[in-house]
C-alpha cells in the first residue's frame, strides 16, 4: 500500500511560481510511474503531467508544456511538480497518483489508478 500526501499549494498571483510535492510511504516508490492530477471548480480531473519510475521518460498535457517541469527523487521518496508562469485557469485541486503503468498517468485512466493523494489547492489570481 502506497500513501500519497501533498504539499506547496497557495496563492500566487499570475505569472508567480510554485512547487508542488508529493511524499510516498512504504518502501516500493521507486517501482512506480508518478503523476500529477488537476481538477478545477465545475470540471473533471485531468492528467497533467507523469514521470516513469525512473525518471527516464516525462509527459505534459499541452497546456502547461513549457511552464511545468515534473521530477522525482527515488531516494526521498518525493516527487515534485515545478509551476512557472503560473495563469488563472491553473487554478484547482492538484493531487498526485501512483501507478505502476505510466500509461495509465498519460493516458488519464483514472479508473485504473489505485494510489491517489488527496491533493492541494493552488489558486493563481489574475
Known amino acids: 500500500q502506497v500513501q500519497l500526501v501533498e504539499s506547496g499549494g497557495g496563492l500566487v498571483q499570475a505569472g508567480g511560481s510554485l512547487r508542488l510535492s508529493c511524499a510516498a510511504s512504504?518502501?516500493?516508490?521507486?517501482?512506480?510511474?508518478m503523476g500529477w492530477f488537476r481538477q478545477a471548480p465545475g470540471k473533471q480531473r485531468e492528467s497533467v503531467s507523469a514521470i516513469s519510475s525512473s525518471g527516464g521518460s516525462v509527459y505534459y498535457v499541452d497546456s502547461v508544456k513549457g511552464r511545468f517541469t515534473i521530477s522525482r527523487d527515488n531516494a526521498k521518496n518525493t516527487v515534485y511538480l515545478q509551476m512557472n508562469n503560473l495563469k488563472p485557469e491553473d487554478t484547482a485541486v492538484y493531487s498526485c497518483?501512483?501507478?505502476?503503468?505510466?500509461?495509465?498517468?498519460?493516458?488519464?485512466?483514472?479508473?485504473?489508478?489505485?494510489?491517489w493523494g488527496k491533493g492541494t489547492l493552488v489558486t493563481v489570481s489574475s
Open positions: 497518483a501512483a501507478d505502476f503503468d505510466m500509461a495509465d498517468l498519460e493516458l488519464d485512466r483514472q479508473s485504473h489508478i489505485y494510489h
Open positions: 512504504g518502501p516500493t516508490f521507486s517501482r512506480f510511474a
